[in-house]
């Protein structure tokens, strides 16, 4: 398990670069409308000279690339699942005397069931927990709801208990130790007050009910 001050300064890192992203996109937009049309012309000064200046301002534009982080995270993330099938085909083989191609396929065709029992699970109240979320993506950070909120997704509701499952188990802990009170506010927002969340990792059976 990654250590949880580690992915506390991740956390608060990915925040910051956020924020810089945001402060880039709006620096490039106002260099935009400043060197375009009449406004160079407003102001006395030429288009290349006012780019000049800005750029003398703020040398070296870096771009943050959450995007491409959060694509090779998703891309390490199915590799890790492929290796692991691989793993289990492996021992399956083993086990069994079946042939490796044998085996892989009844891996993967296990694998797709749960992802279906999972999809089945979810799609049985999607409404509700979406209505959480988009109640919580106007109150949390952009970024850490990107992180931590955005991929979950709703495995069960009781009525008086829901399942949220996430994609790993840092993520089902550093939701429910941070984020618990700000998914019941947002409960109650959108009609229940009542409802308590259960936090589970990807690979966690679910609770009983």
């Not at 509700?128 to 955005?150: C, D, G, M, P």
């Not at 069960?156 to 009170?181: F, I, N, Q, S």
């Amino acid at each position: 398990m990654r250590d949880a001050k580690l992915a506390i300064l991740e956390d608060q890192l990915d925040t910051l670069a956020g924020r810089l992203a945001d402060a880039e996109e709006r620096f490039e937009l106002l260099l935009k409308v400043l060197t375009t049309g009449q406004v160079p012309k407003k102001l006395g000064l030429k288009a290349a000279e006012i780019k000049s200046r800005c750029q003398a301002v703020v040398p070296g534009s870096r771009r943050w690339h959450h995007a491409d982080e959060r694509s090779s995270r998703l891309a390490k993330a199915h590799l890790d699942d492929f290796r692991r099938s691989v793993a289990n085909a492996e021992s399956l083989a083993e086990l069994s005397g079946k042939p490796f191609l044998e085996a892989f396929a009844a891996v993967r065709d296990e694998d797709d069931e749960e992802d279906n029992t999972h999809t089945t699970a979810a799609a049985a109240g999607p409404t509700i927990w979406h209505q959480v979320l988009t109640r919580l993506a106007t109150v949390v950070n952009r970024y850490s709801f990107v992180t931590w909120l955005e991929p979950t997704t709703l495995v069960r509701d009781d009525g008086d208990t829901m399942v949220v499952r996430a994609p790993d188990r840092l993520g089902a802990e550093w939701l429910t130790k941070h984020y618990t009170e700000v998914v019941s506010a947002a409960l109650a927002a959108v009609g229940r007050p009542e409802t308590s969340v259960t936090f589970i990792a990807n690979d966690d059976e679910q609770p009983d009910s």
